[in-house]
């Protein structure tokens, strides 16, 4: 399962997995930003025990998906992965939330006509996202197998999303893609366990060790991932929140992030490198950002050895056509910092209960 996010590591992974190396005894490669979880996947193929953070739950979904073996999720009582999918496409549609907020029938309850989905895929994607929750309900499917449908259909319904990349606005035309009907695939899962801690929330407080491996790929522009991806957080949490605008945004401003902002950016990266136990660290940066390489050097050094390594160049984020006329490529490097000592304290993962950082699952 693919679908475009801003800042996506996929084409630069397989150089950043040059700069991992070997795992350490009881080390874990912490991926305090995963996105998607391109390279804490990768990082996991290497041997690494792997931690994944994020300050959105449908990152954290993402993200973890990726992991997930065949033996972890076997589906017993639904016929197998394959019979849980052919399920869900059956399902009858419910005009519930998507169908109220993000379809036309949004005309009659806001008098906005929103296009983000066709009147029939929004009523299927509440269809399937009711019947992943009466399941887990009724205990049909574990913990690790609700999050694996809840992936799955973020890209179900990515390939019926009438979006130019991201969830932050719709097209006022409909394309073909999004007149399509909207249909789960199985992926490929893993063919062998591996162990993976995930929480959702402050990177500040992601748990990190001396022998771990921090790998962090912080936002750097403007784009605020809480409201450019709101529909997939909507469907990760089965809710349905006060939405608000053209666009019905979801309330997201308690997840903006001070890496978003140009006035912040750098004293907050400074302030979580020198905070981390961990004494190397992988640091993702872009031309893009607006923290200068200078900027960047000068205050990282004082904290430890810093190298920088470019990766070559990849094509710069289009939102639009007029943005794809004027957009260059963008320059992207790996920062390795190797720190001389450990800062003071460390982290306990708490329960999955609504707090500021929580433990996910364990993908043992």
């Known amino acids: 399962m693919t679908f475009r996010y801003i800042g996506s590591k996929s084409r630069l992974v397989d150089q950043i997995i040059d700069y991992i190396g070997e795992p350490k ?44 073996s065949r033996e972890q999720a076997t589906f017993k009582k639904l016929g197998g992965y394959s019979g849980a999918i052919a399920k869900l496409n059956a399902a009858k549609p419910v005009f519930g939330f998507m169908w109220r907020a993000y379809s036309p029938a949004s005309f009659g309850s806001c008098g906005l006509e929103r296009r983000y989905f066709t009147e029939e895929n929004a009523a299927r994607i509440d269809a399937m996202r009711t019947l992943i929750a009466c399941w887990r309900a009724a205990g049909d499917i574990n913990e690790v197998e609700e999050r694996l449908l809840i992936a799955d259909l973020f890209g179900a319904l990515n390939r ?10 719709f097209l006022s035309k409909w394309t073909s893609q999004s007149r399509g009907k909207i249909d789960m695939r199985c992926r490929e899962l893993k063919s062998n366990n591996v162990l993976v801690e995930a929480s959702v929330g402050d990177v500040f407080d992601v748990g990190n060790e ?17 409201s450019y ?15 608000e605008g053209v666009a019905g945004l979801r309330p997201w401003k308690d997840r903006a992030s001070d890496f978003c902002y140009k006035s912040r950016a750098l004293k907050t990266l400074s302030h979580l490198v020198q905070s981390l136990r961990a004494t190397k660290v992988l640091l993702s940066y872009s ?25 070559g160049s990849v094509g ?30 460390s982290f306990e993962v708490g329960a999955f209960n609504g707090a500021k950082s929580v433990l996910v699952e364990n993908y043992v």
């Not at 001396?210 to 809480?226: E, M, N």
Request: hydrophobic content about 40%; aromatic content about 8%.
């Open 25 to 68: 005894a009881g080390g874990f490669f912490v991926d305090a930003f995963c996105g998607t979880g391109v390279v804490a996947e990768a990082a996991s193929a290497q041997g690494w025990n792997v931690r994944i953070n994020d300050s959105l739950h449908s990152a954290v979904i993402s993200a973890g998906a990726r992991l997930i």
């Open 160 to 169: 019926v999303a009438n979006i130019a990349g991201t969830f932050g606005c």
């Open 210 to 226: 001396v022998q771990d491996l921090v790998y962090l790929d912080p936002p750097y522009t403007k784009r605020q991932y809480a």
């Open 229 to 243: 991806y709101h529909i997939l957080e909507t469907v990760a949490l089965g809710d349905e929140p006060e939405v």
């Open 287 to 311: 031309s893009e950002g607006h923290i200068s390489m200078e900027g960047m050097k000068e205050e990282l050094s004082k904290i430890g050895k810093f190298t920088i390594h470019p990766l």
């Open 316 to 345: 710069r984020y289009r939102p639009n056509k007029v943005a794809s006329k004027s957009a260059s490529d963008v320059n992207e490097f790996l920062v390795i910092i190797e720190k001389p000592q450990v800062a003071e304290g």
